[in-house]
């Protein structure tokens, strides 16, 4: 059954013809309920792969266009994330420059030395002087 553009099936508004094979025929088409591809969390799915958005966008909604070596992710006009394409399944394809500011730095605070085993056991080394001393005498 081949689809015209411009048809629907369900949802789905056929946009183009993209090709056939073996197994039937792929056509590029838009989901006309949702109308964009929403960023749940800091990775959208494209077929079995993720790929990251900027962090400051989850819960946003962004577009996304898909190229034959390029995976372009936009918010509003403006282009926030670009990734090679992989054919990999199930895999993530992740800038970690997403996620920077996303957690807080951790103070950096000053070593604190070690316990000694004597005072881990809450002598001192000046106690157990002090005892010894006082058995001398």
């Known amino acids: 059954m081949a689809l015209t553009a411009g048809s629907n099936i369900s949802q789905y ?8 094979g073996g197994m039937g025929e792929v056509y590029l088409a838009l989901d006309e309920r949702l109308r964009r591809k929403v960023a749940s969390d800091a990775l959208v799915d494209i077929d079995t792969v993720r790929y990251s958005v900027p962090h400051r966008l989850v819960r946003t909604e962004v577009e996304v266009l898909v190229g034959e070596s390029q995976v372009r992710i936009y918010s509003g006009a403006e282009l926030v994330a670009s990734h090679a394409r992989t054919i990999e399944p199930h895999t993530s394809v992740i800038d970690f420059a997403h996620y920077r ?4 730095a951790s103070p950096q605070l000053p070593a604190a030395e070690p316990p000694r085993a004597l005072e881990a056991l809450g002598r001192s080394l000046a106690d157990y002087e002090a005892a010894v ?4 005498r």
Do not use: P, V, Y
């Open 13 to 20: 508004k056929i946009i183009a013809r993209l090709g056939s």
């Open 101 to 104: 500011g996303l957690w807080r």
């Open 133 to 136: 001393l006082e058995g001398a």
